[in-house]
């Protein structure tokens, strides 16, 4: 059986997924999509070659009887909305990340599922799916260098537009590593704090940028995240642990070395699609067999919703200067597979 898929919103993310579920994946076909740029996403399904109904409104895309299943990929503000409209729909819905703009917006999310009483949602965090992620866990759970002491991380973005704001750097972009540390280090956050180096030339009024986030967890662990998202020269993660007995680094995505002119050169990725295009690949063929075993397994709302309470502490520690408590409540039973 083929799952029929609804998609809200076909910005850029939103048409890497239409595109990978009728051309890449197995087992699933986007049969409807809205976007509030009507126009714009019928523009996106003709480049695409793919014929699908078009809706105004997301919600009728959830209402949809053709529909089994739904992709939020619109803007960070609306997923919660067509989130909870999925689950009280129950429709399975692949959300992107943020789940929600707060910790409350996502406990919401929480409550419903288990209202509903089975997992129906799962967050976009692609990170965990990445083989050069899932590589150094593993170097990490073999022991092979002894216990994590520190974690060095960098999260670099060529360059944003006019509407990314400074709380952004911590909603839109670090939530990746305060999903993906915590999936690494199995560990949970106690305090952050957020130190403002001097800011490039290359931002603008509303955007503080460079960042740097710093995280004590329960186990004592220190992290560093640089958040820098004009860095100009290129899209760059970096992720190197400390360990008692030695150093692992996440690997570089492959890329051809050249020698010329007295040179050695190893090109540099610019765009996010490209850096983690094979872990978008896994995860949501992931979310379409666990559909279709009628069980989801990878990021749960309760990982969205714990991402996001680390958030909260970021954005008042933006604001304080201070070192701020991160609070993460017990995990309910509901998601403790
Ligand atoms: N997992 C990842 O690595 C990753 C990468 C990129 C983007 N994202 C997330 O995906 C989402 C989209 O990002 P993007 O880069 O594609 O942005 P985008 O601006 O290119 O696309 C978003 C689209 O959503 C549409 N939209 C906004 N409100 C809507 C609504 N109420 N109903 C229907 N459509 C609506 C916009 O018109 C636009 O076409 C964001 O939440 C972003 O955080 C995740
Ligand atoms: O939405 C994008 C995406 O999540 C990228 O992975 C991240 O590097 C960007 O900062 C963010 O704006």
Sequence with gaps: MTLKLGVIGTGAIGQEHIRRCNNVLQGAKVVAVSDINVEGARAALQRLNISAEVYQ??????????????????????????????????????????LAMSAEGCRRIVDAEIQHGKRLVQVGFMRPYDAGYRALKKVITEGEIGEPLMLHCAH?????????????????TLIHELDVLRWLTEDDYKSVQVVFPRVTSKSHAQLKDPQIVLFETQKGIRIDVEIFVNCAYGYDIQCEVVGEEGIARLPEPSAIQTRKNARLGTPLLTDWKDRFIDAYDVELQAFINDV?????????????????????ACLKAQNSGAIEPVEMPPRPAFYSK
Aim: aromatic residues 8%.
């Design 57 to 98: 409104d997301g919600h009728q895309v959830i209402a949809s009887p053709e529909v089994d299943a739904i992709l939020v990929t619109s803007w960070d503000p609306t997923h919660e909305e067509f989130t909870l409209a999925a689950i009280a729909a129950g429709k399975p819905v692949f959300c992107e990340k943020p």
């Design 156 to 172: 670099r973005n060529q360059s944003v537009g006019e509407n990314y704001t400074t709380d952004m750097a911590i909603t839109n």
């Design 292 to 312: 279709k075993a009628g069980e989801l397994t990878g990021p749960s709302a309760w990982d969205g919703f714990a991402a996001s309470v680390a958030a909260d």
